[in-house]
C-alpha cells in the first residue's frame, strides 16, 4: 500500500504541474517561508517546542486493495505535526512515552534551525528519566 501511496503521489503532483504550472509550488514555498518564521519566533526563548508526534492515536493501516484516496487519507491523517519539520527544516525528533490503550505515543520535540545536539540531549535526557520504554 505503501509503494502504491507514493505513486499516486507523484502521479497526482505531475497532473498538478502539467495543468496548473508552478504556481502551486511557488505559493507552498511563500508558505514554507511564513511557517518556518512562525516557528524561529516560537522557539525564540525556548529550546525546543514539544507536541504529540502524532495529531491523533495510531489508526489501523488501510486494508490491501483499497483505494488511493483511502491510503492518502490515512497516511495524511497522520503527518500533521511531523510533516512541519519536513518543510521548515527545524531538525525534530519522536521519542516513546507511555502506550494509551495499547497504542503506542511518541512525544516530538522540534528545535532551533541548526541546534540538533540541544535537541537529542533534551530527548537523552527525558529517555534517562523516563527509564525502560513501555512496549504497546
Known amino acids: 500500500a505503501e509503494y502504491m501511496g507514493n505513486k499516486v503521489f507523484f502521479l497526482l503532483a505531475e497532473h498538478v504541474r502539467r495543468t496548473a504550472g508552478n504556481v502551486p509550488y511557488a505559493n507552498a514555498q511563500n508558505l514554507a517561508r511564513a ?21 491523533l492515536k495510531p489508526t489501523k493501516i488501510p486494508p490491501a486493495g483499497c483505494s488511493p484516496a483511502e491510503t492518502f487519507q490515512s497516511a495524511l491523517n ?28 511518541g512525544m516530538m520535540l522540534v528545535g532551533k534551525m541548526w541546534d540538533d545536539a540541544t535537541l537529542l540531549r533534551i530527548g537523552a535526557v527525558y529517555e534517562t528519566l523516563r527509564g525502560p520504554a513501555a512496549r504497546p
Not at 511557517?35 to 507536541?51: C, E, F, I, K, N
Request: hydrophobic residues 45%.
Open 35 to 55: 511557517l518556518q518564521g512562525a516557528y524561529d519566533r516560537a522557539l525564540r526563548h525556548l529550546d525546543a517546542l514539544v507536541m504529540p508526534t502524532l495529531p
Open 78 to 105: 497522520m503527518a500533521g505535526n511531523t510533516m512541519v519539520a519536513d518543510v521548515t527544516g527545524h531538525p525534530a525528533l519522536t521519542v516513546p512515552v507511555e502506550p494509551s490503550e495499547g497504542l503506542p505515543v
